[in-house]
């Protein structure tokens, strides 16, 4: 291999980590309006029966699972609309622990913007009306990351405040599955 | 661009800043005691070290001028100090007194600044606690009477001739509280407490901005500044203590329906009706403020209409979502929050 053709390599190299890069900061600051993304009333399907097969993962996942400016803003909503107040940060108090293995209503991103726009029985109450869906999301992103689900370039090193949780780049991957086939 | 025009041109911008009637935004507004002091302790500073200057340039040219003489030559270096010239040996001395003196003097003026602003910050008679955001200002004002405690945003109103403690917080990242009429700067730490005292001299409409590079809406990020007369001030305070009013048109009605029940009350407060969110800026007195989303747009129902209707076109990245609101709804909104007077 000719010296130029190597530098060629090189930089397509480069310049493929480089585009690999832009898709964990994409930023989107415009949401699509509550109205046209869930229809008021119908609730998305993300939870099906054992044995069926599941269904496809909403094509919005991959802007927001994984992108770094969605989880560091998700933390903030999780700070400012008080999920702290149930959840805790991750361990669960009132609400179910976020950081563990156990999703009782899935653990996929689409699952748990579900979660919370719906609401869930025993107390969890629906944000939609109340978030819009980019920021329903942004909290999914964020949710997703206690467990140790993005890879660790993409969450922060620290906290916003104080916090006595393993910080998330430290934070074991914990294998997702719901709460039926949880070893009990 | 000749010699003279591009002299001109260069200063343009110390002219302009020297204007003595452009108060609103100037370091020179001298608005505030402690501006004031600023000021006078620069040009003290300015004078004395500009003498001196010009003193030690002074000396440095006669002594290129002034030729070698034999005699005198080496009294340094065959240890004949003694022999130096009278005059010279007293120009040194009272050389050595000039410096001794102008930094004595310096010294005290900057002593007594640092003490009278000292004793200002002793004897607060008003506490508010601004804690800074991405990217709006939250102001409460503080008193041991909680009825009396009071929360707004982006708008400070100051008596006049009141000393005024200010607590400094920041819920994110460092801020800078800068109103260059009143004070110098003060940093707003995330984590930490800081303050600035402050006690105006003159009534008047002054504009504070954020002088810590804050993200995207740094620039976006003004605090209004009203200096009123006790009087004026107290009555301020009276009015903005009393909850939202009850709307009276069907239009505002559905628009307070909204705004309470849908996603503004998630973040936003408006005092007397169940909004009862803290994460933005609280809107009980909303439209009797000067301005819109911290300085970014003057308060109208054209600017209202806009920023309700799309804030992230108005002010990207900031952290009001854009709601997607119907035009009916939209018309509410505003009708709704024009009311809060």
Redesign the interface.
């Known amino acids: 291999m000719s010296s130029r053709c190597r530098a060629k390599l090189v930089v397509i190299g480069i310049a493929a980590l480089a585009v690999s890069a832009c898709n964990r900061e994409e930023?989107h600051?415009?949401?699509?309006?509550?109205?046209?993304t869930v229809p008021a009333g119908e609730s998305p399907n993300t939870i099906w029966p054992g044995g069926s097969a599941p269904a496809a993962l909403d094509p919005r996942a991959k802007l927001y699972d994984n992108n770094a400016p969605a989880i560091s803003?998700g933390q903030?909503l999780y700070m400012?609309?008080n999920c702290v107040g149930c959840h805790f940060h991750g361990g669960g108090g009132m609400g179910p622990a976020l950081m563990d293995d156990e999703w009782r209503y899935g653990g996929r991103i689409d699952q748990i913007a579900a979660s919370i726009a719906e609401g869930r029985p025993n107390g969890m109450p629906a944000w939609r009306?109340?978030?819009?869906a980019?920021?329903i999301w942004k909290l999914a992103a964020y949710v997703r990351s206690m467990s140790g689900q993005p890879s660790k370039d993409a969450v922060g090193s620290r906290a916003?405040?104080m916090s006595t949780t393993t910080p998330a780049t430290l934070a074991p991957r914990e294998p997702a599955h719901s709460s039926d086939t949880a070893q009990q | 661009m000749t010699m003279r025009a591009r002299a001109a041109a260069m200063l343009l911008p110390f002219a302009a800043g020297a204007c003595s009637y452009q108060q609103y935004q100037s370091i020179y507004g001298n608005a505030a005691v402690e501006a004031q002091q600023f000021n006078s302790l620069f040009v003290i500073f300015l004078v004395v070290c500009a003498v001196m200057y010009a003193a030690v340039i002074l000396f440095l040219i006669a002594g290129l001028l002034r030729r070698r003489r034999a005699a005198e030559a080496n009294v340094v270096e065959d240890g004949r100090h003694h022999e130096s010239h009278p005059a010279m040996r007293t120009g040194l001395t009272v050389w050595a007194a000039v410096v001794a003196v102008g930094l004595v003097g310096l010294a005290i003026a900057s002593f007594f600044a640092d003490r009278s602003m000292a004793s200002a910050a002793a004897n607060e008679k008003l506490s508010i606690t601004i804690t800074a955001n991405q990217w709006w200002w939250d102001v409460q004002y503080n008193s041991a009477d909680a009825s009396k405690t009071l929360r707004t945003a982006n708008e400070l109103h100051l008596p006049v001739g009141v000393p005024v403690r200010i607590l400094l917080h920041s819920n994110d990242v460092i801020h800078s509280f800068w109103v260059p009429s009143l004070a110098g700067k003060q940093d707003l730490i995330p984590g930490r407490d800081n303050d600035i005292t402050l006690v105006p001299r003159k009534t008047g409409i002054y504009r504070g901005q954020c002088a810590e590079f804050c993200g995207t809406q740094h620039a976006h990020m003004a605090l209004v500044v009203n200096v009123d007369s006790y009087s004026d001030f107290l009555k301020w305070w009276q009015h903005q203590l009393t909850p939202a009013a009850a709307p009276t048109t069907p239009l505002a009605q559905a628009g307070y329906h909204y705004v309470t029940s849908g996603p503004c009350s998630a973040c936003h407060a408006i005092g007397g009706t169940p909004a009862g969110g803290t994460v933005g800026p609280d809107l009980t007195h909303l439209a009797s403020r000067r301005s819109i989303a911290a300085g970014t747009m003057p308060m109208g129902e054209g600017n209202l209409y806009g920023w309700v209707e799309d804030p992230q076109s108005v002010k990207p990245g900031n952290h009001m979502p854009t709601i997607g609101l119907e035009p009916a709804q939209l018309h509410a909104v505003v009708a709704y929050l024009e009311t809060l007077k």
């Open positions: 930023r600051s415009r949401s699509k309006p509550i109205g046209e803003q903030q400012t609309m009306g109340k978030l819009t980019d920021q916003e405040g």
